[in-house]
């Protein structure tokens, strides 16, 4: 078998770490190509391009899971990188191709379903867990670095020597795919064919939400789920060039609040989440979860200042525990048998808040009209941004119209909250899902229930 050695987690980490940071070496020069590519409607289009991405993925995510159950894992961990790279050259070559390169690339941009089904191929159920966990710390750990690298290097030898690493940083990681990645779908699991049918069903993206009404119960966590996820997609979208261009952040400043914000989130989502959900309780935590996500939401939208958005940042990475909160109140009270419909049926909310939340907060952002009507300025040597006069034309009541609509959007969702029990059993019936389940309950599934603890960034969000 192609490969080195026998197919293990640690390959399914090296592909994550190189193609997430080569996009977190672009975050800062990403912002400023987008305000010069689109100086009208900046945050209007950021919110098409990656509402388009997201709602993409969305569609795709079933379809190229239910094929590499066929096809096998290698060919689509291969395809999803390269496409998902591809627009990163473009940048210096043409920017209007490069992100429209970017919404396209959506179909694609599923790596992290492909990766999960990996490691489910090659760990037992028991281990799986703790795998899933260590994929996601090094995304977290990728975008904890490399957005101040690509700042400092940006900032000493121009943004054309960033592209230029990233590009050779994903061309590594294709690479590295070809050569050293072992297949891990067991030979005896593919067809003889490439031509085998797969089940439709399997690969509809809707199947999963079509359940939701089926039982109290999980239509309360699905519409809690919903409503706050959806300002958190639209906020990772919108906030690094919220902060660069409203709020006059430096390019080395964005990069550090990233970072902090990445390790507040990896201590918030370990430490104390164990530490809250023994001495509270599951609910309780989820509310606390919430109750930070207003808070948080709140501060951005109504904060002036710099300082400000540091101190809602802390709130942020509190508010960070609320989905794997979510995530094991219905481990814990699913039936066995349930598990992978009632977390598929949450993963299937979030990825289409993924495509719907963007595309609301650019919309928000053009009727409130927040636009930039000028390039920034070049940056003082204290490394703050001298462009404060449309920062201080933006000194109203509301600075951040989108992120108060957040805060209320989540002040429902814990109302809502509320009326869920704290133990009960999920029921959903589901006589064609314990069918699809069957053709998709073995491990190679995408909709395994650990996929569902995703990290606090996204593919499609960075």
């Known amino acids: 078998p192609q490969g080195i050695g ?123 867990s703790m795998a899933y966990g260590l994929v996601s710390a090094t995304f977290a750990a990728s975008l904890v670095t490399s957005p101040a690298i690509g700042a400092y290097l940006g900032r000493a030898y121009g943004d054309s020597l960033v592209v230029v690493l990233a590009t050779a940083i994903a061309l590594l990681d294709i690479c590295f795919i070809l050569v050293a990645v072992p297949e891990s779908l067991p030979e005896k699991m593919r067809p003889a064919s490439w031509g ?29 789920v919903f409503l706050s996820y959806l300002p958190e997609a639209g906020q990772y979208s919108s906030f690094f060039l919220y902060l660069r261009q409203i709020m006059g952040f430096s390019s080395e400043s964005v990069a550090a609040f990233i970072a902090v914000l990445g390790i507040l989130s990896i201590i918030a989502q370990t430490i104390v989440l164990s530490l809250l959900m023994r001495s509270i309780g599951n609910k309780n935590t989820i509310l606390l979860g919430l109750g930070f996500q207003i808070l948080q939401l709140a501060w951005y939208g109504f904060g002036s200042e710099p300082w400000m958005m540091w101190a809602a940042g802390a709130v942020a990475a509190m508010s960070s525990i609320t989905f794997p909160a979510v995530s094991a109140l219905v481990s814990r009270t699913a039936d066995a048998d349930q598990q992978g419909v009632v977390q598929g049926m949450i993963t299937g909310i979030r990825g289409l808040c993924n ?108």
Not at 53 to 63: H, Y
């Open 6 to 128: 026998s197919p293990s987690v640690y390959h399914a980490v090296i592909v994550i770490f190189l193609e997430f940071f080569a996009w977190g070496l672009l975050t800062a020069p990403t912002l400023g190509v987008l305000h010069e590519t689109f100086p009208k409607h900046t945050f209007l289009m950021n919110g098409l391009i990656q509402g388009v991405k997201g709602l993409l993925s969305f569609l795709s995510a079933p379809l190229i899971g239910a094929l590499s159950d066929v096809w096998g894992r290698k060919s689509f961990l291969l395809l999803t990188v390269f496409f998902t790279c591809a627009p990163i050259p473009l940048m210096k070559i043409s920017p209007w191709w490069y992100f429209a390169v970017i919404s396209v690339s959506g179909v694609f941009a599923v790596t992290f379903s492909v990766v999960f089904a990996y490691v489910a191929d090659i760990t037992q159920e028991h281990e799986r």
């Open 196 to 224: 085998a049918p797969i089940s439709w069903e399997q690969a509809d993206p809707f199947a999963s939400l079509k359940k939701v009404g089926q039982d109290s119960i999980v239509l309360l966590i699905c519409i809690t």
């Open 355 to 462: 495509g719907l939340g963007p595309a609301l907060y650019g919309f928000i952002f053009y009727i409130f009209h927040v636009e930039l009507n000028e390039l920034p300025m070049p940056e003082s040597p204290s490394g703050g941004s001298v462009v404060a006069q449309y920062h201080l034309q933006q000194n109203s009541i509301i600075p951040g119209p989108p992120f108060l609509f957040g805060a209320c959007s989540v002040l429902l969702a814990l109302l809502v909250a509320l009326f869920i029990p704290e133990h009960t059993n999920l029921n959903v019936r589901s006589s064609n899902w314990k069918k699809h389940c069957g053709s998709h309950g073995h491990p190679h599934s995408p909709q395994a229930p650990g996929e569902a603890k995703e990290p606090l960034l996204q593919d499609t969000n960075v």
